[in-house]
């Protein structure tokens, strides 16, 4: 279908006159009119390709447009578009048990969300009934979801604006930031066992019996890719044994093979009690997420209510989706093509730390990466600053744009630059996003001195 430009604007118009975007202001909105996409490629309505770096919002890991998910949810949908919660589907069993192969450990059944923030929200209420405990220990920077339960868990700045609403029980601690570590130490293993040592303090301050979990994303996202020590999931599940606190685990991002390995958490070879699962599950095909518990927290409501429900639970079709592109994923070696591509990125960004002095630290793991760029390298002084206002992000406004008018798609957010791109990407294709980044970089280094 040939649209006129005055077709081509009316979509934009419409989308501005009559829905709503996410986390920003809704007047002076200019967003890519997108026509179609495939592999690691948008293409706008004027025919422009961006190279998507980010995989979206981290979540399209096979790549846009595969056609074998379009085909099973068609079949699907021909069988049984939806029944309620409490019937059996042959695809919710099917998909159920190989989440429950893929996962770490005991991990063996899964209460099926619509996506990431319904996962922690399940995960918060079963822990807390689970234990008859109250509160949940997270980390500042950390980000769990948008609705109330999930985003009082998070750190993120983005809560402000609803924090006099903010749900009880809520407790945050440091990260083991090394880069900018609060404790000024010496080296990540130092870091680690610093905010080690604050986050038992505040769990004996918070008394130990009240505590019904502690929760902490499998790798860190968007909040910088923050990269734990070796050590530190093992002394968290020693911890919250010690304390007998549950440990959850927030894969929505990290998990399916972003890291390199099926979650962020199998880097560290510690199993969670309870792993929240999103985005990747169905690569952002259709809406699904996860809560898996233990079977030893699953036998527990063998004879107890299980309070908690949601009328799209274990929906069909996204079942579908979910299961299909589970089996791309595996015959694909995504996972795998996902470890090798991101010691690929990691060479490429090293060499334009030697040419960038706006490149103050680059921390990644598999395909889930990010660029914190500085005015000086000595004093670290952030580009932009963490949560800045409008009038302090010129920088990040000229990088952001420079990136979208050279054809890429990705996160800058504050002084962060994200790369986790889709799992399929090539040698080639991360080549062709590095120089597209290597440009945009001129505009950060005009600030450093």
């Not at 209420?125 to 948008?146: E, L, N």
């Not at 799209?312 to 589970?326: D, G, I, W």
Request: hydrophobic letters at 35%.
């Amino acid at each position: 279908m040939n649209l006129t430009e005055t077709d081509k604007q009316k979509i934009v118009q419409d989308n501005k006159d009559y829905t709503l975007f996410s986390w920003s202001k809704q007047g002076g909105q200019n967003p890519i009119n997108v026509k179609s996409a495939r592999g690691v490629n948008l293409y706008d309505r004027e025919g422009k390709k961006y190279i998507d770096f980010s995989s979206q919002l981290m979540n399209v890991n096979i790549g846009h447009g595969n056609p074998r998910v379009a085909d099973a949810v068609m079949r699907q949908m021909q069988e049984v578009s939806y029944v309620y919660p409490g019937m059996a589907t042959q695809v919710r069993g099917e998909l159920g048990k190989l989440i429950a192969e893929i996962t770490p450990g005991n991990l063996t059944k899964t209460f099926f969300t619509l996506g990431g923030s319904e996962a922690v929200e399940n995960a918060i209420k079963i822990a807390r009934i689970y234990t008859g405990r109250s509160k949940i220990i997270a980390q500042y920077r950390s980000y769990h979801g948008a609705t109330y339960g999930s985003m009082s868990a998070g750190g993120d700045p983005r809560k402000h604006a609803v924090d006099n609403q903010s749900a009880p029980g809520f407790i945050h601690v440091e990260n083991p930031y090394f880069y900018r570590c609060p404790w000024n130490t010496n080296s990540m293993e130092e870091c680690g066992n610093m905010a080690l040592q604050q986050l038992e303090r505040i769990i004996k301050f918070e008394n130990p019996d009240s505590i019904a979990a502690m929760i902490f994303e499998g790798e860190s996202g968007s909040s910088g890719c923050i990269k734990y020590p070796s050590f530190y999931w093992q002394k968290l599940r020693e911890m919250a044994d010690k304390y007998g606190i549950l440990l959850i685990d927030d894969e929505v991002m990290s998990g399916f093979g972003r890291t390199g390995k099926w979650f962020g958490i199998d880097n560290y070879g510690v199993t969670p009690d309870i792993m929240c699962i999103a985005k990747g599950l169905t690569s952002g095909y259709l809406p699904l997420g996860g809560t898996v518990v233990t079977d030893t927290i699953a036998k527990y409501f063998d004879e107890k209510p299980l309070t908690i429900g949601l009328t799209y639970s274990a929906h069909p079709t996204s079942c579908a989706a979910a299961l299909e592109n589970l089996k791309i994923m595996q015959e694909g070696n995504m996972v795998e093509n996902a470890a090798q591509m991101g010691f690929y990125i990691e060479h490429k960004v090293a060499e334009l730390r030697a040419k960038h002095p706006s490149i103050g630290d680059f921390r990644n793991t598999g395909l889930l990466g990010c660029i914190e760029l500085v005015k000086n390298q000595k004093t670290k002084e952030p580009i932009t600053p963490w949560n800045a206002k409008p009038e302090e992000s010129e920088a990040t406004y000229r990088i952001a744009a420079k990136i979208r008018e050279l054809g890429m798609f990705t996160f800058v957010k504050w002084n962060f630059i994200f790369i986790a791109p889709p799992l399929c990407i090539t040698e080639a294709e991360i080549d062709e996003g590095m120089e597209i980044i290597d440009q945009a970089l001129n505009i950060a280094d005009e600030y450093c001195h």
